[in-house]
């Protein structure tokens, strides 16, 4: 059983920088591939990035590679999302998630365990 929590979320000018963090609790962190996902209002959500449990590989959607940078301490049992030069269309409600699978994993069915979600506004 893996708990998530994710902070981090606000309001930001276009252009500007957030990070995102997501404290899992469990023992078995370090055994999942760790996704963030996002929501935006009227749409289905959408895979952002994964990273894989060691760090050693990591998969971006097309619209977020060049800004947004995840990664993760298994030390401390969070991954991150570093997101800049944020654009309006970012805005979204943020979710982390955690996979059993490697590879990779981008559909919502892959990941088993979900955190409450955090929001990013980006104003223009």
């Known amino acids: 059983q893996v708990q998530l929590v994710e902070f981090g979320g606000g309001l930001v000018q276009a252009g500007g920088s957030l990070r995102l963090s997501c404290a899992a609790s469990?023992?078995?962190?370090?055994?999942?591939?760790m996704g963030w996902f996002r929501q935006a209002p009227g749409k289905e959500r959408e895979f952002v990035a994964a990273i894989s449990w060691n760090a050693g590989s990591t998969y971006y959607t097309d619209s977020v590679k060049g800004r947004f940078t995840i990664s993760r301490d298994n030390a401390k049992n969070t991954v991150y999302l570093q997101m800049n030069s944020l654009k309006p269309e970012d805005t979204a409600v943020y979710y982390c998630?955690?996979?059993?699978?490697?590879?990779?994993?981008?559909?919502?069915?892959?990941?088993?365990?979900w955190g409450q979600g955090t929001q990013v506004t980006v104003s223009s």
């Open positions: 998630a955690a996979s059993p699978l490697s590879g990779g994993p981008s559909l919502r069915y892959e990941y088993d365990y």
């Open positions: 469990g023992r078995t962190f370090s055994l999942y591939t």
